[in-house]
């Protein structure tokens, strides 16, 4: 299957951030997309705006091996298959740069767990979770370190996005070695702060491409 992913390239980069996206998360949903692909590669650093198969609740696509139109989206996809969506975008990634970041936001964070830890487990979507006492063994085989983001007004954390995030990071193996940012105001899609999302993230890769 043909996924319609965006590159927003910059000179010379050897440093890419692959941002995987959310169950209907596309450009006409999550518009600061945009602001973080032209902060980036404006700075130096290519960015992928990597549109996975539940972008959109369905839409057309071409598929390479049949040579067949077919219809993807929400309606049909099953989680199980976004290490294929993944593996597509790295496989890319990995014969042009030097540097991968690899994101996700919302249902992609997720997926980008799942896949990071995915050489250690069983069971799917079972990672995230409000309750302190939940099964949280996908996040705690994770050895990679990075960055937890989150908008103050999200809604999709029991009403108290700090206590969610500080949760996560509390089941990572060395959650000292993560960033833990607080974006003040904003809800999931960080409305109104969409530069400020995009230079976060500038920030983080400029520094992981140094260390």
Not at 63 to 84: H, P, Q, V
Not at 121 to 133: A, C, K, P, Q, W
Request: proline share 2%; charged share 20%; hydrophobic share 35%.
């Amino acid at each position: 299957t043909i996924l319609n992913g965006v590159l927003f390239p910059a000179k010379n980069s050897d440093t890419v951030v692959i941002a995987i996206t959310g169950i209907h998360g596309n450009f006409y949903s999550n518009p600061f997309y945009y602001n973080i692909g032209d902060t980036l590669s404006a700075a130096g650093i290519d960015f992928i705006y990597a549109q996975t198969c539940d972008a959109f609740g369905e839409i057309e696509t071409f598929n390479a091996k049949t040579g067949k139109k077919e219809l993807i989206g929400s309606w049909n996809e099953r989680f199980s298959y976004t290490d294929e969506d993944i593996d597509a975008y790295l496989d890319y990634a990995e014969k042009n740069y030097r540097h991968v970041i690899l994101a996700g936001h919302s249902l992609g964070a997720n997926k980008v767990i799942y896949y990071t830890a995915h050489d250690w487990l069983s069971g799917i979507l079972d990672n995230v979770h409000t309750d302190f006492n939940a099964d949280f063994s996908q996040v705690e085989q994770i050895t990679h370190n990075g960055a937890l983001i989150i908008g103050t007004y999200d809604n999709f954390t029991d009403g108290d996005p700090s206590k969610f995030l500080k949760n996560i990071n509390n089941h990572m193996k060395t959650p000292e070695n993560n960033k833990l940012i607080f974006i003040e105001l904003p809800g999931h899609t960080y409305q109104q702060k969409h530069q400020e999302i995009a230079e976060i993230i500038l920030n983080l890769a400029e520094e992981w491409r140094i260390n």
